[in-house]
């Protein structure tokens, strides 16, 4: 079935560019994205790529696709305190009319050190 | 808000007992998709309706089921609860096909503790 792994931690400097890290078995991924989840709350959606995308840029993020490697990335400039959170990748395929769910990773905890 | 509702936030339940969660998607959605969150499993989608019709399955064990009505608002059953099935259960809507937005929304959440 498919799989999506990310790294459980990532710890970065304020101020500094935090790069989250995926990757993904499902070759017929069609969208992928990321959201952000704070204590408590639900999944907020960051931005999402369409699987024929090398890169997307929105404000501070950057994403970044290496379909051949299955690979995708969150580049977050200018890391705030604000930005501590766990960042979920997903993925979806979409066949016979309809999406059949998002696929998770575990989740990546963002640590902000001042 | 972020236009997805569900409904209570909270519940405490005993083992055994039957509970129904309740989903009102984005206006102008069609789809309800639900999923389950927990610190072992991780997030894991459960199953979509479109429209009122189930769309797809993922892994929804038999004691649960779902239906959508035709306002759209969905439920999600939960029965002969077990203390496994405390979890974070969300539900998330997305866009009708053809408008080019292949964003799902999620609601905040509704947590089920079983004791």
């Known amino acids: 079935g498919e799989d999506v792994e990310q790294s459980l931690f990532l710890s970065v400097r304020e101020g500094d560019s935090s790069v989250i890290n995926c990757t993904y078995t499902?070759?017929?991924?069609?969208?992928l994205y990321w959201y952000k989840q704070e204590p408590g709350a639900g999944l907020q959606l960051l931005t999402y790529?369409?699987?024929?995308?090398d890169m997307k840029q929105d404000q501070r993020l950057t994403v970044l696709l290496n379909k051949k490697d299955k690979h995708l990335s969150l580049r977050i400039a200018d890391t705030q305190t604000g930005d501590s959170a766990i960042y979920f990748c997903?993925?979806?395929?979409?066949?016979?009319?309809?999406?059949?769910?998002?696929?998770f990773g575990k989740g990546t905890h963002l640590i902000i050190q001042p | 808000d972020s236009g997805v509702t569900q409904t209570p936030k909270h519940l405490i339940t005993a083992t055994g007992q039957r509970v129904t969660l309740r989903c009102s998607p984005r206006?102008?959605?069609?789809?309800v998709y639900w999923y389950q969150q927990s610190l072992d499993q991780g997030l894991q989608f459960l199953i979509h309706?479109?429209?009122?019709?189930?769309?797809a399955k993922g892994n929804i064990l038999e004691r649960f089921s779902a239906q959508q009505f035709p306002d759209l608002h969905s439920e999600l059953n939960l029965s002969s609860l077990e203390l496994g099935d405390s979890a974070l259960y969300f539900c998330?809507?997305?866009?009708?096909?053809?408008?080019?937005?292949?964003?799902?929304?999620f609601g905040s959440g509704t947590r089920l503790t079983v004791v």
């Open positions: 998330a809507s997305s866009p009708r096909p053809g408008t080019g937005n292949y964003g799902y929304t």
């Open positions: 499902d070759s017929s991924s069609t969208y």
């Open positions: 790529i369409f699987s024929n995308m």
């Open positions: 997903a993925e979806s395929s979409y066949s016979g009319g309809g999406a059949d769910g998002l696929t």
């Open positions: 206006s102008g959605d069609l789809s």
């Open positions: 309706y479109y429209n009122g019709e189930e769309r």
